[in-house]
T-cell receptor
Framework: GNSVTQMEGPVTLSEEAFLTINCTYTATGYPSLFWYVQYPGEGLQLLLKATKADDKGSNKGFEATYRKETTSFHLEKGSVQVSDSAVYFC???????????FGAGTRLAVHP | EPEVTQTPSHQVTQMGQEVILRCVPISNHLYFYWYRQILGQKVEFLVSFYNNEISEKSEIFDDQFSVERPDGSNFTLKIRSTKLEDSAMYFCATEPGQRYGYTFGSGTRLTVV
């Protein structure tokens, strides 16, 4: 079945460091891929998405490229800020009714 | 920016009691979902709802669960007889079309004691 695997956290970085959070997926067909972010005490917010191979989603300095050949959708940011501290979820949707399948989430902690 | 509104934000209930969690979708959205997140665990799909009927449900969504859109605006999740293991954050999500990208509500934290 469809699944999403994320790198385990927590990821701890200093401010202005480069961020990569790895995400790989298993899916039949042609899924859409998403990154969601959950700030402490809040719900899930869509960070970025890509709907087909080689698409790059980007938002707020974050980027991820849909790589079909490696079944990956790694999240990157060139210079993280303390305010980026949150849990990041990779997700895919596939099939007729667009159910989202989430990875386990990766906690990011950014220190000044 | 339009929001998905969930009420209550936190509910404490005794085991065996019925609870109803409410969601007000964004007005032009047509697809509705419930997800849950047990503390510290991954977000899990419960059910999707389109055109006034369930389109897909997970194994978690057993006979104790039901959903409806009683008045064309609210979208509710009912748990008939709560168990301790139902304690979780429940998220409503909606989208205007398939694969557009969900808008999630801020969640209802359900605590069963």
């Amino acid at each position: 079945g469809n699944s999403v695997t994320q790198m385990e956290g927590p990821v701890t970085l200093s401010e202005e460091a480069f961020l990569t959070i790895n995400c790989t997926y298993t899916a039949t067909g042609y899924p859409s891929l998403f990154w969601y972010v959950q700030y402490p005490g809040e719900g899930l917010q869509l960070l970025l998405k890509a709907t087909k191979a080689d698409d790059k989603g980007s938002n707020k300095g974050f980027e991820a490229t849909y790589r079909k050949e490696t079944t990956s959708f790694h999240l990157e940011k060139g210079s993280v800020q303390v305010s980026d501290s949150a849990v990041y979820f990779c997700a895919l949707s596939s099939g007729g009714y667009n159910k989202l399948i989430f990875g386990a989430g990766t906690r990011l902690a950014v220190h000044p | 920016e339009p929001e998905v509104t969930q009420t209550p934000s936190h509910q404490v209930t005794q085991m065996g009691q019925e609870v109803i969690l409410r969601c007000v979708p964004i007005s032009n959205h047509l697809y509705f979902y419930w997800y849950r997140q047990i503390l510290g665990q991954k977000v899990e799909f419960l059910v999707s709802f389109y055109n006034n009927e369930i389109s897909e449900k997970s194994e978690i969504f057993d006979d104790q669960f039901s959903v409806e859109r009683p008045d064309g605006s609210n979208f509710t999740l009912k748990i008939r007889s709560t168990k301790l293991e139902d304690s979780a954050m429940y998220f409503c999500a909606t989208e205007p079309g398939q694969r557009y990208g969900y808008t999630f509500g801020s969640g209802t934290r359900l605590t069963v004691v």
